[in-house]
């Protein structure tokens, strides 16, 4: 299938995202690998995934925000041949991504050190999801800055919507921007209200911990004198979403609550003018349990299972393991009965799952040969060959959507 090649060869940011849990992360990982090998580019994989797992996955031991080379060797092996790209993986560090921001943005040294040392700064620096989303961005920027790398895929966060991602730079601009924080530097403006005010933050200051109203008000001070510096800033950063060599990935997992919601993320990529690259179902089931053959077979044993199950014992008379059981002939009998009515209403439960995934599928707002399906593998995708077989999957589209 054309789509992911074309779409990797012809990108230089591909972003990843999708509901929480579907395998953003798994498949940005992947894509890199396929990246690499199928268009020879030098790869960069930003994580987020603050599990270390795929590091772990990818015989990474350090992994720094700058990135970090998965061997050549093993990833060749891996592909079972060689590799012509190479692949870097780097992590998100958000509180030293904070610093370098306010490093570049402080109007002076002075004003730096005190952001730098404000207690509530290292709380919205190191806790805070949204600012998660905001500096994934800002280091997007940097690194595409850089030219250091031929192709970025980004893994985006585990935001709670994945539209917040799409959001974070304009929404880091209006706070700066907001009312409310005018409001809150207000008294720390003016000495009159200062005054007027005072009362109120000593109360304040018992119920909330010393300082603590002080503390917020220095913070949002601080952070006005480098307003015009962010405003712009966060404005660039949300250009390189709009870059004709950007595009998005969007994963899902087939089940009907996450459809949703990618499908909703998906219109709002359009509505921003957005490029959707793929969309990864994955973790669906494979594409047999829908073949019409394989149904009708099913619905035959399941009719007809005493007559299979009795002829499967004649037929295995002979053999070993039926001449050795402990079993008479009757108990056998009944429980090859049971053996195969399980066995196709097992297949055929699975085929009302894959018919109802497919229907998700279906109403997804994408041509066909935008969708390429992963299916759910029975083992965990914790290795490079693990990856690799994912990776496969995102190459060759064999698991097509419709058969
Ligand atoms: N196709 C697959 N088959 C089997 N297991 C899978 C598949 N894809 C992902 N997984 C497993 O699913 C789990 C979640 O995957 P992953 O961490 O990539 O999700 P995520 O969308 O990044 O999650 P989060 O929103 O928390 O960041 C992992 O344990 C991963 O190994
Ligand atoms: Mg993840």
Redesign the pocket.
Known sequence: MAGIAELLSGSRIVIVA????????????ALGFTAADLTGKKVLVIT??P?R??ADALGLIGLTSKGSQVSPSDLDKAAGHKVAGRLFVAMLDAKSSWDELINRHAPDVATRQKILSNPIYKNISSRFVQSHDYIAMETLYELYRSNQYELIIV?T??SRHAIDFLDAPGKMADFFSSKLLRWLTLPARNRLLMGLFKPFYQVADKILGAQFLSDVAEFFLLFESMYAGFVERAQSVAGILENQSTSFVV?SSPESVPMKEAEYFISALETRHLRLGQMVV??ALPSYFRDPGAVLLANKLQDDYEIYATEFLKKGASLEFIKNSEFSQVRLGALAERVFLEVADSFLNFSSVAVEEAYEISKLPVDDDQITL?????????NLN?LGK?AG?LASGSESPTM
């Not at 999708?18 to 992360?25: A, R, W």
């Not at 593998?377 to 914790?382: A, G, K, P, T």
């Open positions: 999708g509901p929480g849990g579907v395998g953003k992360t798994t498949v940005a990982a987020v995934d599990a797992r795929l893994d966060p585990p994963v994955n973790r992963v299916p759910h593998l029975n083992i965990d995708v914790s693990s994912v999957y």
